[in-house]
């Protein structure tokens, strides 16, 4: 063990003070989106509120362990396993590793991001008396199902491995009440809802500038924007048919995706193909280049069937844009009357689309961001906190 996580656990007991939140997740990677953002938001927040968050994740294969104080508590990185077909996701596969370097790390919490590979660490959490949190970040029916899975199939499934999960640990943290259902439907009575947020500030309509449009619109175009990992679940392609139909209807849109993924080559050659306006910019290392292109767009999309929240619609709610949403998702109660529900297919969200620009654009933009504001990192942080029965210490800043 690094002496610089060793030193710091008997100074944690020490003072009386916070609890020492060890955080797991998979699947986080560098250009990653949602996940590694409230990642980052929530462990901010608990450090904030007096606690000492800790983040394991996975690093390159063949890698050697790293630690890095950050502004989210100390983040360890340890070698990991890339999985083949995801666009480079790495998952943590070492058990005797991991499990050493939770003995040493003395937890008081356990939250669990990844509810295949690193399920058995409630289990381990049970054994040595810590509460072990689950974050629901998907649905699992939703999942198995786009890997080809039938509906039956992938329900029986997702309900076996969903029970394994609400018994080895003492909350499931589901984000919304769709996110939920799933756990609900088993009899699960350990599920706790807590929402995610978005940074009001960094997202904000400010960013909104006519030279950052004109770099892919035109004055008269409509310019719409997918923000989303390139993956199945994801659905990308949706968005290329609702531009396709809109093209079709005589609507002047044009696309531009930010983000990457394993299906990036595909979408590239059908927009090469079909000669579509669409643009693939790849991940935005840039949080103002992402904000400016959210904030410019007239609508953005948010086409994937199995979102359990949609960090990315949000993000373009806070930066004044409505969203056109799949209505198979949590997201039509996430976005409300800021945003359209949409069918799943092109036809359906070329269809949402005109039923946005058919509303005055100030108003719709003014309900994008008073719909955002009802979700700020603070509250997010206050409701992750009690569902690990965490409250502040005496005299900490509150998040």
């Not at 609890?19 to 986080?28: K, P, S, T, W």
């Not at 029970?163 to 009440?177: F, L, M, S």
Request: charge should be positive; glycine fraction near 10%; proline fraction near 7%.
């Amino acid at each position: 063990m690094n002496a610089t996580a060793l030193s710091r656990a008997p100074a944690a007991r020490a003072t009386g003070g916070g609890l020492r939140i060890v955080r797991l997740a998979n699947f986080v990677t560098p250009v990653s989106g949602g996940l590694r953002t409230a990642l980052r938001h929530l462990g901010a927040g608990y450090l904030a509120a007096g606690h000492d968050p800790v983040l394991i994740v996975p690093g390159p294969p063949n890698s050697l362990r790293t630690e890095q104080e950050t502004d989210q508590g100390l983040v360890i990185s340890l070698p990991g396993r890339t999985v083949p077909g995801t666009g480079g996701y790495r998952v943590l596969l070492d058990r005797p590793a991991l499990a050493a370097l939770l003995a040493a790390l003395r937890p008081d919490r356990l939250e669990i991001s990844d509810r295949s590979t690193l399920r058995w660490t409630g289990d381990w959490g049970r054994r040595h008396g810590v509460p072990a949190a689950m974050v629901s970040h998907e649905s699992l029916d939703g999942l198995l199902r786009t890997w080809g899975l039938s509906e039956g199939l992938a329900r029986r499934a997702a309900d076996r491995l969903n029970a394994a999960t609400a018994r080895d640990h003492q909350a499931v943290i589901c984000t919304t009440a769709w996110a939920a259902a799933e756990f609900h439907r088993i009899g699960a009575r350990n599920v706790v809802r807590a929402p995610l947020g978005v940074d009001l500030d960094q997202r904000h309509p400010r960013h909104r500038n006519s030279a950052a449009r004109a770099h892919y619109a035109g004055p008269d175009e409509v310019l719409l924007v997918l923000c989303s990992r390139l993956s199945s679940e994801k659905c990308p392609d949706r968005a290329l048919d609702a531009l396709a139909e809109l093209r079709r209807r005589g609507v002047p849109a044009v696309l531009v995706v930010a983000g990457d993924g394993p299906l990036r080559g595909r979408l590239a050659a059908r927009i090469a193909q079909e000669r579509l306006p669409a643009h693939l910019l790849g991940h935005l290392a840039s949080a103002d280049d992402l904000s400016a292109l959210l904030a410019g767009a007239d609508i953005a999309l948010a086409p994937g069937p199995i979102e359990t929240f949609g960090l990315a619609a949000l993000e373009a709610l806070a930066c004044g844009t409505p969203v056109a949403v799949s209505t198979s998702s949590a997201l039509p109660q996430i976005v409300g009357p800021a945003g359209q529900a949409a069918a799943d297919t092109g036809p359906g969200f070329a269809d949402a689309v005109e039923q946005l620009l058919a509303r005055p654009e100030a108003e719709r933009r003014a309900a994008a961001r008073a719909r955002a504001e009802q979700y700020g990192w603070d509250r997010a942080v206050t409701a992750f906190l009690a569902a690990h029965r965490a409250t502040a210490p005496r005299g900490a800043q509150q998040p």
